[in-house]
Protein backbone atom coordinates (compact mmCIF):
# COMPACT_ATOMS: atom_id res chain seq x y z
CA UNK A 1 0.00 0.00 0.00
CA UNK A 2 1.92 3.57 -1.27
CA UNK A 3 -0.21 6.75 -0.33
CA UNK A 4 -0.76 9.09 -2.93
CA UNK A 5 1.10 11.81 -2.10
CA UNK A 6 3.72 9.74 -0.73
CA UNK A 7 5.25 12.23 1.93
CA UNK A 8 7.18 10.56 4.96
CA UNK A 9 3.81 11.40 7.44
CA UNK A 10 1.34 9.69 5.27
CA UNK A 11 3.30 6.65 4.78
CA UNK A 12 3.40 6.62 8.68
CA UNK A 13 -0.09 7.07 8.81
CA UNK A 14 -0.36 4.36 6.55
CA UNK A 15 2.39 1.88 8.07
CA UNK A 16 0.22 2.60 11.81
CA UNK A 17 -3.33 2.14 10.14
CA UNK A 18 -1.63 -1.66 8.66
CA UNK A 19 0.04 -2.25 12.33
CA UNK A 20 -3.16 -2.01 14.06
CA UNK A 21 -4.61 -3.76 11.96
CA UNK A 22 -2.36 -6.77 12.30
CA UNK A 23 -2.88 -6.40 15.90
CA UNK A 24 -6.86 -6.87 15.30
CA UNK A 25 -6.58 -9.33 12.81
CA UNK A 26 -3.94 -11.81 14.90
CA UNK A 27 -6.86 -12.80 17.47
CA UNK A 28 -8.99 -14.50 14.11
CA UNK A 29 -8.61 -17.32 11.88
CA UNK A 30 -8.50 -16.86 8.29
CA UNK A 31 -11.00 -18.89 5.71
CA UNK A 32 -14.53 -19.57 6.35
CA UNK A 33 -14.54 -22.76 7.98
CA UNK A 34 -14.77 -23.36 12.09
CA UNK A 35 -11.34 -24.23 13.68
CA UNK A 36 -12.56 -26.65 16.11
CA UNK A 37 -15.30 -28.86 13.80
CA UNK A 38 -14.61 -27.40 10.36
CA UNK A 39 -18.07 -26.57 9.38
CA UNK A 40 -18.37 -23.30 7.11
CA UNK A 41 -19.87 -20.69 8.79
CA UNK A 42 -20.93 -18.01 6.16
CA UNK A 43 -23.44 -18.52 3.44
CA UNK A 44 -27.32 -19.92 3.52
CA UNK A 45 -26.68 -23.42 4.23
CA UNK A 46 -23.85 -22.07 6.50
CA UNK A 47 -23.37 -22.65 10.24
CA UNK A 48 -23.25 -19.47 12.03
CA UNK A 49 -26.14 -18.55 14.75
CA UNK A 50 -25.97 -14.86 15.71
CA UNK A 51 -25.79 -14.06 19.33
CA UNK A 52 -27.25 -11.21 21.86
CA UNK A 53 -23.89 -8.87 21.46
CA UNK A 54 -24.01 -7.11 17.84
CA UNK A 55 -21.63 -8.74 15.70
CA UNK A 56 -20.76 -11.73 17.69
CA UNK A 57 -22.50 -15.07 17.66
CA UNK A 58 -21.10 -19.29 17.02
CA UNK A 59 -20.62 -22.33 15.28
CA UNK A 60 -24.02 -23.48 15.34
CA UNK A 61 -21.96 -27.53 15.22
CA UNK A 62 -19.99 -27.17 18.27
CA UNK A 63 -20.51 -23.43 19.63
CA UNK A 64 -17.09 -21.93 18.42
CA UNK A 65 -17.22 -17.87 18.81
CA UNK A 66 -17.23 -16.30 16.15
CA UNK A 67 -17.01 -12.36 15.08
CA UNK A 68 -19.07 -10.89 11.78
CA UNK A 69 -17.73 -7.45 10.43
CA UNK A 70 -21.60 -6.60 8.58
CA UNK A 71 -22.13 -3.15 7.05
CA UNK A 72 -23.79 -1.75 3.36
CA UNK A 73 -21.14 -1.11 1.51
CA UNK A 74 -20.80 0.54 -2.00
CA UNK A 75 -20.75 -2.78 -3.79
CA UNK A 76 -23.74 -4.36 -1.80
CA UNK A 77 -23.83 -5.69 1.45
CA UNK A 78 -20.92 -7.04 3.01
CA UNK A 79 -20.50 -9.75 5.74
CA UNK A 80 -16.82 -10.52 6.82
CA UNK A 81 -16.64 -14.00 8.73
CA UNK A 82 -14.09 -14.00 11.35
CA UNK A 83 -13.78 -17.08 13.63
CA UNK A 84 -11.51 -16.17 16.61
CA UNK A 85 -8.03 -17.84 16.77
CA UNK A 86 -7.82 -20.62 19.38
CA UNK A 87 -5.24 -18.62 21.44
CA UNK A 88 -7.60 -16.29 21.76
CA UNK A 89 -9.98 -18.67 23.08
CA UNK A 90 -9.94 -19.72 26.61
CA UNK A 91 -12.13 -22.66 28.11
CA UNK A 92 -14.11 -22.92 30.61
CA UNK A 93 -13.84 -25.81 32.90
CA UNK A 94 -17.63 -25.41 33.86
CA UNK A 95 -18.60 -25.23 30.67
CA UNK A 96 -18.83 -27.07 27.43
CA UNK A 97 -18.64 -24.01 25.10
CA UNK A 98 -15.52 -21.54 25.01
CA UNK A 99 -15.54 -18.16 25.84
CA UNK A 100 -13.39 -15.28 24.05
CA UNK A 101 -10.19 -14.57 26.13
Avoid at 65 to 88: E, M, Q, T
Wanted: charged share 20%.
Amino acid sequence: MTPKDGSDKTKQMAADVISEADEYFSAFTIGPKCPKCGSTLPGLLGSFTWGLVNGEGKCSCCGWPVRVCHRDGSFGFLNRILPYHPDAVEHNIDSSQPSIA
